[in-house]
């Protein structure tokens, strides 16, 4: 009290005050008993382990600022692993280790589990059932569940409103324009159809929503993807995850990682589903969904939540020991449905319907083929079509959709939905991506290129979509 008088009075220097707060806190840290709980700054506990191991230990300022360790002698064992896991843990943190006596400091990763964690999990949900009907059972009772977990149950009101469709473009084989389709009042998923030119009958499509690569469906190899698909035969609607693309017109790039990033992303996909499904052209028996990283665990949820899709292909996303390291994949509590589920099972829900899995050697689908496809091909075996889902794994590449994962993708596409290969083949048999016109970027905007074409009852800033779901709020 003393102190803080002479503080406010000015009788001690300013310039002295930081020195005697610092002070105080040191020998509040060197008084190491019961009555403090032995608490010591993370920072003082860090610098330790690092002296005491000789390891390093990466991590920045704002990391330790204001955080303590309780008893944080005592959470000293034999050896550097057990030491940081005992200090760190409580703390809802973590560390990577990058290589031998090199760690990085981390958040706790909810969504990260060691790769035997996740194999035992999927082992114990597996128990719960033992053929079709008790698999179709467990289904039944997943299902209306993540709707649920998802605030789509009941779905939001569809906006009366038509899509708003660009210009079409035309290139060798196959057309392009943007469409943006309103799913909330003033609220649009925004993407650009690539469709094959002179296509006689019913078309399949295949929806090709885009990962958390950088820009998105603009990219070079999107384009050049579902450029491919439409010169097989197919249409191709490719489209932005929220928070992302064009729809940073209205949110900030903070908000798709926000939880409700997964609602309205699921909530797109579904009322895409319906315009497509409502076009005289579409062939209804062939629609199918393919996406990579982020937009892989939309396909499996998607797939897993709307019959409608016949034949899902998510690539380097599927893992039972990963579940997506946004917000949009994981934000809302869908692995909760069914008294706990994780990806691999809601993959399993595609079943008996084609699925393709693209893993490979350089993320958390390094060990797709050991374990986890293993068990889909039971799963589809309750079924008797073990052969309808597939897994090409590629050992010595890593995360992206390269030229191997679209190849992956285009020969699943011919199989099952008996697409035109010859169509995007040379004459040796490879396939030919050349005659695919990358567009540039604005190109592929249906608002325009500052955004200008963008509606006025425009539903502006992320507290204003959470009004349309009060769920949100709570």
């Given at each position: 009290?003393?102190l803080?008088?002479?503080?406010?009075?000015?009788?001690?220097?300013?310039?002295?005050?930081?020195?005697?707060?610092?002070?105080?806190?040191?020998?509040?840290?060197?008084?190491?008993?019961?009555d403090?709980?032995?608490?010591?700054?993370?920072?003082?506990?860090l610098?330790?382990?690092?002296?005491?191991?000789?390891?390093?230990?990466?991590?920045?300022?704002?990391?330790?600022?204001?955080?303590?360790?309780?008893?944080?002698?005592?959470?000293?064992?034999?050896?550097?692993?057990?030491?940081?896991?005992?200090?760190?843990t409580?703390?809802?943190?973590?560390?990577?280790?990058?290589?031998?006596?090199v760690?990085?400091?981390?958040?706790?990763e909810?969504?990260?589990?060691e790769?035997?964690?996740?194999w035992?999990?999927?082992?114990?949900?597996?128990?719960k059932?033992?053929?079709?009907?008790?698999?179709?059972?467990?289904?039944?009772?997943i299902?209306?569940e993540?709707?649920q977990?998802?605030?789509?149950?009941?779905?939001?009101a569809?906006?009366?409103?038509?899509?708003?469709?660009?210009?079409?473009?035309?290139?060798?084989?196959?057309?392009?324009?943007?469409?943006?389709?309103?799913?909330?009042?003033?609220?649009?998923?925004?993407?650009?159809?690539?469709?094959?030119?002179?296509?006689?009958?019913?078309?399949?499509?295949?929806?090709?929503?885009?990962?958390?690569?950088?820009?998105?469906?603009?990219?070079?190899d999107?384009?050049?993807r579902?450029?491919t698909?439409?010169?097989?035969?197919?249409?191709?609607?490719s489209?932005?995850?929220?928070?992302?693309?064009?729809s940073?017109?209205?949110?900030k790039?903070?908000?798709?990682?926000?939880?409700?990033?997964?609602?309205?992303?699921?909530?797109?996909g579904?009322?895409?589903?319906?315009?497509?499904?409502?076009?005289?052209?579409?062939?209804?028996?062939?629609?199918?969904?393919?996406?990579?990283?982020?937009?892989?665990?939309?396909?499996?949820?998607?797939?897993?939540?709307?019959?409608?899709?016949?034949?899902?292909?998510p690539?380097?996303a599927?893992?039972?020991?990963?579940?997506?390291?946004?917000?949009?994949?994981?934000?809302?509590?869908?692995?909760q449905?069914?008294?706990?589920?994780?990806?691999v099972e809601?993959?399993?829900?595609a079943?008996?319907?084609?699925?393709?899995?693209?893993?490979d050697?350089?993320?958390?689908?390094?060990?797709?083929?050991?374990?986890?496809?293993?068990?889909?091909?039971?799963?589809?075996g309750?079924?008797?079509?073990?052969?309808?889902?597939?897994?090409?794994?590629?050992?010595?590449?890593?995360?992206?959709?390269?030229?191997?994962?679209?190849?992956?993708?285009?020969?699943?596409?011919?199989k099952?939905?008996?697409?035109?290969?010859t169509a995007?083949?040379?004459?040796?048999?490879?396939?030919?991506?050349?005659?695919?016109?990358?567009?540039?970027?604005?190109a592929?905007?249906?608002?325009?290129d500052?955004?200008?074409?963008?509606?006025?009852h425009?539903?502006?800033?992320?507290?204003?979509?959470?009004?349309?779901?009060?769920?949100?709020?709570?």
């Open positions: 009290m003393r803080y008088r002479f503080i406010t009075q000015g009788i001690i220097p300013a310039i002295l005050i930081t020195l005697i707060l610092s002070g105080s806190d040191l020998l509040f840290a060197q008084t190491q008993n019961t403090n709980l032995y608490k010591k700054p993370l920072v003082e506990v610098n330790e382990i690092q002296t005491r191991f000789k390891v390093q230990i990466k991590y920045s300022a704002p990391q330790v600022k204001d955080k303590w360790v309780n008893y944080a002698e005592w959470r000293f064992r034999a050896n550097v692993d057990e030491t940081l896991a005992n200090v760190l409580p703390l809802d943190m973590k560390v990577n280790k990058e290589k031998p006596g760690y990085k400091l981390k958040e706790y909810y969504y990260r589990w790769v035997q964690d996740g035992n999990y999927l082992d114990t949900l597996a128990t059932y033992h053929d079709k009907a008790s698999w179709e059972k467990r289904k039944a009772e299902k209306p993540l709707y977990a998802l605030m789509l149950s009941p779905l939001p569809k906006p009366v409103a038509k899509p708003i469709i660009t210009s079409k473009r035309i290139f060798d084989g196959y057309s392009v324009e943007n469409i943006a389709l309103e799913i909330l009042p003033g609220v649009w998923i925004n993407g650009s159809l690539y469709k094959p030119l002179n296509a006689r009958g019913k078309i399949p499509v295949v929806l090709s929503p885009d990962g958390h690569w950088e820009k998105q469906r603009y990219r070079p999107c384009q050049i579902c450029a698909i439409a010169r097989m035969g197919a249409m191709a609607f489209y932005d995850l929220f928070a992302w693309g064009e940073m017109l209205q949110f790039y903070e908000d798709h990682r926000r939880s409700l990033a997964q609602t309205v992303q699921t909530l797109g579904i009322r895409i589903l319906d315009y497509f499904t409502s076009l005289k052209e579409t062939d209804t028996t062939r629609i199918g969904i393919s996406g990579g990283s982020g937009a892989g665990s939309h396909c499996i949820l998607m797939t897993a939540m709307d019959n409608r899709i016949k034949l899902s292909a690539v380097v599927m893992s039972s020991y990963f579940y997506g390291g946004c917000p949009c994949e994981s934000g809302m509590p869908i692995h449905c069914g008294g706990g589920t994780d990806n809601l993959a399993a829900m079943a008996p319907r084609p699925q393709l899995l693209v893993s050697g350089g993320d958390w689908t390094a060990h797709t083929p050991q374990h986890d496809f293993p068990y889909l091909q039971k799963m589809y309750y079924y008797g079509v073990k052969d309808q889902v597939e897994n090409v794994h590629l050992p010595d590449e890593k995360h992206d959709f390269g030229i191997n994962k679209r190849i992956a993708l285009y020969d699943f596409l011919i099952n939905f008996k697409l035109n290969g995007v083949k040379d004459k040796s048999g490879k396939y030919d991506e050349t005659k695919v016109t990358v567009e540039k970027e604005n592929l905007y249906v608002f325009g500052k955004g200008e074409k963008l509606p006025k425009a539903l502006m800033g992320f507290e204003n979509l959470e009004k349309l779901f009060p769920g949100a709020t709570k």
